[in-house]
């Protein structure tokens, strides 16, 4: 009688844990709904706000001036002017500059943890170069501007203190680890029946790597290349601190130069009250800087679906 009531509640026991399952699977699903929906209607409403600001910025300014003209003063007191250029030539310059230092380095560091280091010099070199990429912003801005941009003014003497130079270096180091991880993992998806194969018909590891694995993970590897572009054009605390506040349209790297992102905190700073031109403008340099962002992803987006290989 006793087993026969141990038996007895052992099935009573499944059928309410099984009833409990049931309620948690029909839960989770409408919980991993809010989470997306919450998502979505956040990035909703982070554009809706940048539109409604800016339309409110261009009832004031002319969209001409804004896209074309070379002079922005936006505290001047007499004739203020707003043009975007000389901050786009700013981002676009440091940009340069990082992507000239992150690109070939952070390639060259794929193809030797991919293709010639052993796997315990891979388990030791990648975490060590991704703890890059956890160094706070702020502490690169500082090192770009009190270490490297001394370092330069001894070789460049007409270098300003601060400058695009300078904080355009750093910002590439600071890129190294993601075009490295990125190029990495998209090499290491080549299958090493490509590898053998191009070996068994007599290539050298050079070539194997050159003619066969990066061709192959060409796709990744530019993706990697545009995700760090967007990086370094959304940067804000490096060129804040060490590419100074001087809005010229130059192409002078030595001169200090203003980014997109550092007129932002310039403004938000509190140099400009609230509902004026000025306040403004800089959601229109928001939404301008937005949609780089935006048009960086959808390319790395294309690169990858276009010229993935499948294997």
Known sequence: MAQHESVKDIIQYKKKRTKTTSIIEKIIPSFLFLAAFISVLTTVGIVFTLIFETVLFFREVSFIEFFSGTVLKPLSPVDPQFSILPLVMGTFMTTLIAM???IPIGLTTAV???EYASGTTRKVLKPLIEVLAGI?????GFFAFTFVTPVLREVIPGLSATNALSPGIVMGIMIIPMVASLSEDAMNSVPNAMREGAKALGATQLEVTFRVVIPAAISGIIASFVLGISRAIGETMIVTI????SKNFTFDVTQSMQTMTAYIVEITSGDAASGTTIYYSLYAVA??????????NMLARYISSRFREVY
């Open 112 to 114: 030797y943890l991919s």
């Open 242 to 245: 060490a590419s100074g506040s």
């Open 136 to 140: 706070p912003t702020i502490v690169y």
């Open 100 to 102: 000239l230092v992150a």
């Open 287 to 296: 939404m301008t800087l937005f949609v780089f962002t935006l048009l960086m």
